[in-house]
C-alpha cells in the first residue's frame, strides 16, 4: 500500500471543513473547554482557602481532559466517518485511487489537531497551578491517549451506518474510558481497572501534579498506554481487513 | 487498427446467498464505444459495475479492466476510470467549486480543468453555490463533472439520467455523445431504451442475471422484426399499415402513381419491445 502525501493532505483540509461545519462534531472540543471553565469557577467558589485549590483543579483538569480525549476523540472521529457512509461520499474517495491507509490519515490528523491544542489548552483553563505541570510529559501522555482514542473512533465508525449509530455505538465505551478513571478515587475496585486504562494513565498523571508529584512513568504506566495505542491499532486492522470502511 | 478493447468479462457469475445475481455474463468495450447494459431493476445492472470496478468480488468468472484483474485493482486504474453511480455522494457543505477542487487535488489535476468542465456541465455560474442546495439534474451535472475530471478511459454511468427532467436528461445526453467521440468508452447501465437506442453502439439486455440480447440496438430490433410491416401516410392524412407481401406492392405502386403517397415508415420493433418479447414478459 502505497502512501500519496498530496491524498492526505486534501483529505486533511477536506476534513478539517466538515467537521468546522459540522455543529455537533465542533461543539465537542468546545463542551470541553467550557466544562472545565464553569467547574473552574464552580470549584473556586466553594473553595475556602487555597490548600487544597490544586486538588480541586486537578478534578478540573481531569474531567475537561477526558471529554476532550475520550469523547472528541472516538465521537467526532466515528461520526466523520459515518457521515461520509450517510452522504455516499465515502465509496466516491475510495474509488477515486484514494487507498485505507490515506484516509485513515486524513481521517485522524484533523480531529487529532484539535484535540491536541485543546489539550494543551486546558491546564490553562482550569485554574491548575501551572509550574507543577512537566508540559513534555504531559503532551506524550495526553497525545498518545487522543490518538488511541481516534483510532477507536475508527474502529466505531466502521460499525455505524450513519451519525445516530456512531453516537449509539461510541456512548458506552466512552463512558468506560471516562467514568472508570473519573470515580477511581471513591472506589479501590474501579481503581484497579482504572491503572489498566490509557485513560486512567492520564488521570493518574493529572492526580500526581494536583498533589505537587512527578507524573508516575513507571513500567505498567507506558504499558498500558502504549500497549492499548497498540492493541487499538491492530483492532482497527482487523476490523477493516474484514470489513473495509463500510459493514455492508 | 481495431480499436482497443479496455473492458472485457468472460463468464461472470455473482451468486447472493442462493441468488444468483449475474448468470456467465461476457462482454466487452472498447475505446471510443458506448456498452448500454439494458434491463429493469434488480437486473443486475449495478452488480456488474461493482464488480468491474472493484467494489465486490465475482463467484466465477475474470473482469479485465484496462489490462488488470478487477480482483486486484488499484489506485493505478483508479486514476483511469470515472464511476457514476446513483450513490454518487457530494460533500453538501462544501461549494461546488470546492467539491471538484477536493477531487482534482486528490487526482492531481489542473485547477483551469474545474473551470473548464463547470462551463461544460453549466454549473460554472453556480460555482459558488454549496452542493447541498443544488436541485437533483445540478447534483448529477457535478457528479458528471467530477467523474470526467481526470479524462477517464472508462465512465462507468447508473442510469444518470434517472429520475431528471428531460432538457437535464438531453443535456447529459450530448455530452456523452462528446465525450465518446473524445475516445472514451463508457459502460451505461439503464432502464431507459429510448435512451439505450439513442446512444448505445452496442446494448446487452440483461433480464434475473442473464445477458439475453446484444449487439447494436438496430441490429437487435432489425434480428426480431419478423412481422414486416410499413406504415404509410398518405395525403389525405389516412394511415395504413401495409404487410410485407404482393397486395400491399401493387397498393403503393398505385399510390406512388397518383401521386398520393406523403411518408413510409418500416415498423420494426423498439428495444423494449424486443425486450419485452424476449422475457416473454408481454405474456403476463
Given at each position: 500500500?502505497?502512501?500519496?502525501?498530496?491524498?492526505?493532505?486534501?483529505?486533511?483540509?477536506?476534513?478539517?471543513?466538515?467537521?468546522?461545519?459540522?455543529?455537533?462534531?465542533?461543539?465537542?472540543?468546545?463542551?470541553?473547554?467550557?466544562?472545565?471553565?464553569?467547574?473552574?469557577?464552580?470549584?473556586?467558589?466553594?473553595?475556602?482557602?487555597?490548600?487544597?485549590?490544586?486538588?480541586?483543579?486537578?478534578?478540573?483538569?481531569?474531567?475537561?481532559?477526558?471529554?476532550?480525549?475520550?469523547?472528541?476523540?472516538?465521537?467526532?472521529?466515528?461520526?466523520?466517518?459515518?457521515?461520509?457512509?450517510?452522504?455516499?461520499?465515502?465509496?466516491?474517495?475510495?474509488?477515486?485511487?484514494?487507498?485505507?491507509?490515506?484516509?485513515?490519515?486524513?481521517?485522524?490528523?484533523?480531529?487529532?489537531?484539535?484535540?491536541?491544542?485543546?489539550?494543551?489548552?486546558?491546564?490553562?483553563?482550569?485554574?491548575?497551578?501551572?509550574?507543577?505541570?512537566?508540559?513534555?510529559?504531559?503532551?506524550?501522555?495526553?497525545?498518545?491517549?487522543?490518538i488511541t482514542s481516534c483510532v477507536l473512533g475508527m474502529v466505531t465508525g466502521?460499525?455505524?451506518?450513519?451519525?445516530?449509530?456512531?453516537?449509539?455505538?461510541?456512548?458506552?465505551?466512552?463512558?468506560?474510558?471516562?467514568?472508570?478513571?473519573?470515580?477511581?478515587?471513591?472506589?479501590?475496585?474501579?481503581?484497579?481497572?482504572?491503572?489498566?486504562?490509557?485513560?486512567?494513565?492520564?488521570?493518574?498523571?493529572?492526580?500526581?501534579?494536583?498533589?505537587?508529584?512527578?507524573?508516575?512513568?513507571?513500567?505498567?504506566?507506558?504499558?498500558?498506554?502504549?500497549?492499548?495505542?497498540?492493541?487499538?491499532?491492530?483492532?482497527?486492522?482487523?476490523?477493516?481487513?474484514?470489513?473495509?470502511?463500510?459493514?455492508? | 487498427?481495431?480499436?482497443?478493447?479496455?473492458?472485457?468479462?468472460?463468464?461472470?457469475?455473482?451468486?447472493?446467498?442462493?441468488?444468483?445475481?449475474?448468470?456467465?455474463?461476457?462482454?466487452?468495450?472498447?475505446?471510443?464505444?458506448?456498452?448500454?447494459?439494458?434491463?429493469?431493476s434488480g437486473a443486475g445492472k449495478t452488480t456488474a459495475i461493482k464488480i468491474?470496478?472493484?467494489?465486490?468480488?465475482?463467484?466465477?468468472?475474470?473482469?479485465?479492466?484496462?489490462?488488470?484483474?478487477?480482483?486486484?485493482?488499484?489506485?493505478?486504474?483508479?486514476?483511469?476510470?470515472?464511476?457514476?453511480?446513483?450513490?454518487?455522494?457530494?460533500?453538501?457543505?462544501?461549494?461546488?467549486?470546492?467539491?471538484?477542487?477536493?477531487?482534482?487535488?486528490?487526482?492531481?489535476?489542473?485547477?483551469?480543468?474545474?473551470?473548464?468542465?463547470?462551463?461544460?456541465?453549466?454549473?460554472?455560474?453556480?460555482?459558488?453555490?454549496?452542493?447541498?442546495?443544488?436541485?437533483?439534474?445540478?447534483?448529477?451535472?457535478?457528479?458528471?463533472?467530477?467523474?470526467?475530471?481526470?479524462?477517464?478511459?472508462?465512465?462507468?454511468?447508473?442510469?444518470?439520467?434517472?429520475?431528471?427532467?428531460?432538457?437535464?436528461?438531453?443535456?447529459?445526453?450530448?455530452?456523452?455523445?462528446?465525450?465518446?467521440?473524445?475516445?472514451?468508452?463508457?459502460?451505461?447501465?439503464?432502464?431507459?431504451?429510448?435512451?439505450?437506442?439513442?446512444?448505445?453502439?452496442?446494448?446487452?439486455?440483461?433480464?434475473?442475471?442473464?445477458?439475453?440480447e446484444f449487439g447494436s440496438p438496430k441490429e437487435i430490433c432489425l434480428r426480431?422484426?419478423?412481422?414486416?410491416?410499413?406504415?404509410?401516410?398518405?395525403?389525405?392524412?389516412?394511415?395504413?399499415?401495409?404487410?410485407?407481401?404482393?397486395?400491399?406492392?401493387?397498393?403503393?405502386?398505385?399510390?406512388?402513381?397518383?401521386?398520393?403517397?406523403?411518408?413510409?415508415?418500416?415498423?420494426?420493433?423498439?428495444?423494449?419491445?424486443?425486450?419485452?418479447?424476449?422475457?416473454?414478459?408481454?405474456?403476463?
Open positions: 500500500m502505497t502512501l500519496s502525501l498530496h491524498k492526505i493532505s486534501a483529505i486533511t483540509e477536506m476534513k478539517f471543513k466538515a467537521i468546522i461545519s459540522n455543529k455537533n462534531l465542533i461543539m465537542m472540543p468546545i463542551f470541553s473547554i467550557a466544562i472545565t471553565v464553569v467547574y473552574r469557577f464552580l470549584y473556586t467558589s466553594l473553595l475556602k482557602d487555597n490548600s487544597s485549590a490544586d486538588m480541586m483543579m486537578g478534578i478540573v483538569l481531569n474531567l475537561g481532559l477526558m471529554m476532550n480525549i475520550v469523547m472528541t476523540g472516538m465521537m467526532v472521529t466515528s461520526s466523520a466517518l459515518a457521515e461520509e457512509k450517510e452522504k455516499h461520499t465515502l465509496r466516491t474517495l475510495m474509488t477515486s485511487s484514494v487507498n485505507g491507509l490515506e484516509f485513515f490519515l486524513g481521517s485522524i490528523i484533523p480531529p487529532l489537531i484539535m484535540i491536541i491544542i485543546v489539550n494543551m489548552i486546558l491546564p490553562f483553563l482550569s485554574g491548575i497551578s501551572l509550574e507543577v505541570i512537566n508540559y513534555p510529559i504531559y503532551f506524550l501522555i495526553t497525545t498518545v491517549a487522543s466502521i460499525y455505524a451506518k450513519n451519525q445516530m449509530s456512531a453516537s449509539t455505538i461510541s456512548s458506552p465505551i466512552t463512558m468506560i474510558f471516562v467514568f472508570i478513571p473519573t470515580f477511581a478515587s471513591l472506589n479501590d475496585g474501579i481503581a484497579r481497572v482504572s491503572r489498566f486504562l490509557y485513560t486512567g494513565v492520564v488521570s493518574e498523571m493529572i492526580t500526581s501534579y494536583s498533589n505537587h508529584q512527578e507524573a508516575p512513568l513507571n513500567a505498567l504506566n507506558m504499558a498500558v498506554l502504549f500497549g492499548q495505542i497498540i492493541a487499538a491499532a491492530i483492532l482497527f486492522i482487523v476490523v477493516y481487513k474484514r470489513n473495509g470502511y463500510e459493514t455492508d | 487498427m481495431g480499436k482497443k478493447e479496455l473492458l472485457s468479462l468472460h463468464h461472470i457469475s455473482k451468486k447472493f446467498k442462493s441468488e444468483l445475481a449475474l448468470k456467465d455474463i461476457s462482454i466487452s468495450v472498447h475505446e471510443g464505444e458506448i456498452l448500454g447494459f439494458l434491463g429493469p468491474i470496478t472493484g467494489q465486490l468480488k465475482q463467484t466465477s468468472g475474470d473482469a479485465v479492466i484496462l489490462g488488470r484483474d478487477s480482483r486486484n485493482i488499484n489506485e493505478s486504474i483508479y486514476e483511469r476510470i470515472g464511476i457514476v453511480t446513483d450513490n454518487s455522494g457530494i460533500y453538501e457543505r462544501m461549494t461546488v467549486y470546492q467539491n471538484m477542487l477536493f477531487f482534482a487535488k486528490i487526482l492531481r489535476v489542473e485547477r483551469k480543468r474545474i473551470d473548464e468542465l463547470l462551463k461544460r456541465v453549466g454549473l460554472y455560474k453556480h460555482k459558488k453555490k454549496l452542493a447541498g442546495k443544488l436541485s437533483k439534474g445540478q447534483v448529477q451535472r457535478l457528479v458528471l463533472a467530477r467523474a470526467i475530471l481526470h479524462r477517464p478511459k472508462i465512465l462507468f454511468l447508473d442510469e444518470p439520467t434517472s429520475g431528471l427532467d428531460p432538457s437535464t436528461a438531453l443535456e447529459i445526453h450530448k455530452l456523452m455523445i462528446e465525450l465518446k467521440n473524445e475516445g472514451m468508452a463508457i459502460f451505461l447501465t439503464t432502464h431507459n431504451m429510448e435512451e439505450a437506442t439513442k446512444l448505445c453502439d452496442h446494448v446487452a439486455l440483461l433480464n434475473e442475471g442473464n445477458i439475453v426480431y422484426n419478423t412481422d414486416k410491416r410499413y406504415k404509410v401516410l398518405l395525403s389525405n392524412n389516412e394511415e395504413q399499415v401495409l404487410e410485407n407481401d404482393q397486395q400491399s406492392a401493387n397498393k403503393l405502386k398505385d399510390w406512388i402513381n397518383e401521386n398520393v403517397l406523403e411518408s413510409i415508415h418500416s415498423c420494426e420493433p423498439t428495444l423494449e419491445s424486443v425486450f419485452l418479447t424476449v422475457t416473454g414478459r408481454e405474456l403476463q
